[in-house]
């Protein structure tokens, strides 16, 4: 489980060094991200974490108590202190997994709100040119009003 919680971790923290940076990979990283939020995605995702979290829980109770057990004996064995590491070391793992996902769910929403507000802005400034005469004809106009 280790392994596998491992490679899990790392590939989340290449997936939020993808998002941070702006590159092509960073486009097909978040139009797949907005294709996984649709449809049963969600669902999916969340029902994952919530298994996760269980999972999370339950290994944290196991590690008190292998610490209780512990501090009730006085006496360290040597199969306590492993088994304490490696509930440790699981427990450390889910928590980081659980923390990138959601460092990951909040930069994809954070990089879709600044497309947003970007393709807005330059909507408003075509929007501005079309109303507004251009340059040349104003000071055109001004200087015949001069002239006569």
Same mark, same amino acid.
């Given at each position: 489980?280790?392994?596998? &919680?491992?490679?899990?971790?790392?590939?989340?923290? =290449?997936?939020?060094? +993808?998002?941070?940076?702006?590159?092509?990979? @960073?486009?097909? =990283?978040?139009?797949?991200?907005? !294709? &996984?939020?649709? #449809?049963?995605?969600?669902?999916?995702? *969340?029902? %994952?974490? =919530?298994?996760?979290? %269980?999972?999370?829980?339950?290994?944290? /109770? +196991? &590690?008190? $108590? !292998?610490? *209780?057990?512990?501090?009730? +004996?006085?006496?360290?064995?040597?199969?306590?202190?492993?088994?304490?590491?490696?509930?440790?070391?699981? =427990?450390?793992?889910?928590?980081?997994?659980?923390?990138? #996902?959601?460092?990951?769910?909040?930069?994809? /929403? /954070?990089?879709?709100?600044?497309?947003?507000? @970007?393709?807005?802005?330059?909507?408003?400034? %075509?929007?501005?040119? $079309?109303?507004?005469?251009?340059?040349?004809?104003?000071?055109?106009?001004?200087?015949? +009003?001069? %002239?006569?």
């Amino acid at each position: 489980m280790i392994q596998v &919680l491992s490679a899990l971790v790392v590939a989340e923290m =290449a997936f939020v060094v +993808t998002l941070s940076f702006a590159s092509p990979i @960073r486009r097909a =990283a978040v139009k797949g991200l907005d !294709l &996984l939020k649709q #449809g049963k995605g969600p669902l999916v995702t *969340k029902t %994952v974490a =919530a298994t996760l979290l %269980v999972v999370f829980g339950s290994t944290i /109770y +196991t &590690l008190t $108590n !292998l610490q *209780k057990r512990v501090r009730d +004996t006085g006496i360290v064995n040597a199969t306590d202190e492993v088994l304490m590491l490696q509930r440790f070391l699981e =427990a450390s793992l889910m928590g980081f997994s659980l923390f990138l #996902g959601l460092v990951i769910d909040r930069l994809h /929403y /954070y990089i879709r709100e600044i497309n947003i507000q @970007r393709k807005a802005m330059e909507m408003a400034k %075509v929007l501005n040119q $079309n109303h507004e005469p251009p340059r040349s004809r104003r000071t055109e106009e001004t200087n015949k +009003t001069k %002239v006569k």
